[in-house]
């Protein structure tokens, strides 16, 4: 009776797994990154003083460092042109081209507020308690973006051209447009401050797939923290990473091994000799070196694939070496997959010969990729999901 148990527990996973990888949010931040080019200097204007001196006075006020502010404009979603009302209808996808709306991709009054008044405020909540920056207290006129260009696709009111924007040391632009595939939402950075700190972003969130659930909130908060900073190009920018070669039989991997990364990747995995965090490979122009690497960890809020969605310190660190940031250690969220692990997980491949050192995070019998519980289940040869 047990076996007979176990045998139909194995089909249920390999039979829903189809159903389960629909509600995977699979991020293009990398293709989305090319696009868009590198971010803009903004245009900082001070605010006025009433007299010569009164800038000083108002910035010698200021703490030094305090949570991180934002801002989020919404034009797009209150002009009908922007998004879809009905089945069939063609809308621009702000990368460039247009996509035939479904029904799914409807933008409705529940879920325009579900996305403005619980999506979007508990995501930058996770941000705001995490993140601490030197308050910006000018203010931020945005420039012209360049026409043809993946941010001169999303609306920005014409007074921010202008006048501009001040209170905030993060500007959002949403935007509720058809997504495709497995990606529901993406988000970028368009300008940054001298220092390089961005300070405007864009970010599409798609109505086929936004609910009321914490995994919207984790797939929107992952958006933002590439709008933050979070990829390739600025970890490179700032010198964070490290080509290790021969891991696992591949040729070469990328780490982020700047200070605070390689300290809490050691702590993590119990791994002392840990060269740092990886990042993915895998994925093509999508998803790769721009997220920590899958097989390492899965659940983490900066995977490529969400799950989970995990805020732990392996992100945080990432963000403090950035040198924008000041991170809450104490706000750090635990994730189980790979801590305590030892070196093995992250030097030794997960399957061989069919057997796997971790068979309480991998599942060697199923002919799909699945994550179940905290465990992958690894198909049968090559996975889309890699075992090295």
């Known amino acids: 009776m047990r076996h007979t148990v176990h045998v139909l527990r194995l089909l249920l ?5 189809g159903v389960f990888a629909a509600a995977e949010h699979r991020c293009i931040f990398d293709r989305i990154s090319r696009k868009a080019g590198p971010p803009m200097r903004a245009i900082v204007r001070e605010l006025p003083g009433r007299e010569r001196g009164g800038m000083q006075v108002l910035t010698a006020s200021v703490p030094d460092w305090a949570p991180i502010r934002f801002k989020v404009f919404s ?3 209150n002009n009908s042109s922007r998004y879809c009302t ?11 081209g247009t996509r035939v709306c479904r029904r799914k991709d409807v933008l409705t009054a529940e879920k325009k507020s579900i996305i403005l008044n619980q999506v979007f405020p508990k995501a930058i909540k996770l941000h705001m308690d995490r993140l601490h920056v030197q308050p910006f ?5 945005v420039p012209n973006f360049t026409a043809g ?4 696709y999303f609306e920005i009111p014409s007074s921010h051209h202008t006048t501009g924007v001040s209170g905030a ?3 959002l632009y949403a935007a509720a447009a058809p997504t495709r595939g497995f990606t529901h939402a993406w988000a970028v950075a368009c300008f940054a401050l001298d220092d390089r700190r961005p300070v405007v972003g864009v970010m599409n969130i798609g109505p086929g797939t936004v609910t009321e659930s914490e995994f919207s909130v984790r797939v929107a908060a992952h958006g933002i923290a590439h709008a933050l900073g979070f990829g390739r190009r600025f970890f490179e920018a700032r010198n964070m990473t490290q080509t290790i070669p021969e891991v696992r039989g ?3 991997v990328l780490v982020v091994s700047s200070p605070k990364t390689l300290e809490k990747t050691r702590a993590h995995f119990n791994c002392t000799s840990a060269p740092g965090m990886e990042l993915e490979d895998e994925g093509g122009d999508l998803t790769a070196w721009s997220h920590w690497k899958r097989r390492n960890a899965k659940d983490e809020l900066m995977a490529a694939i969400n799950s ?3 805020y732990t310190a392996l992100t945080m660190a990432a963000f403090a070496d950035l040198g924008f940031y000041r991170v809450q250690w104490d706000m750090a969220e635990r994730m189980p997959w790979g801590s305590n692990s030892g070196c093995e997980l992250l030097t030794q491949k997960c399957l061989t010969k069919g057997v796997t050192q971790y068979p309480e995070m991998f599942l060697p019998r199923c002919k799909s990729t699945f994550c179940y519980a905290h465990r992958i289940v690894l198909p049968w040869g090559t996975a889309i999901l890699s075992a090295a």
Not at 149 to 152: F, K, R
């Open 13 to 17: 996973l390999c039979c829903c797994a």
């Open 75 to 77: 034009e797009d979603m």
């Open 86 to 96: 009905a089945a069939g209808e063609s809308r621009p996808d702000l990368e460039g």
């Open 137 to 141: 207290m000018n203010v931020l006129v």
């Open 149 to 152: 260009t993946l941010c001169g």
């Open 169 to 171: 040391d993060m500007l």
């Open 250 to 252: 591949k040729e070469n």
């Open 308 to 310: 989970a969605g995990y």
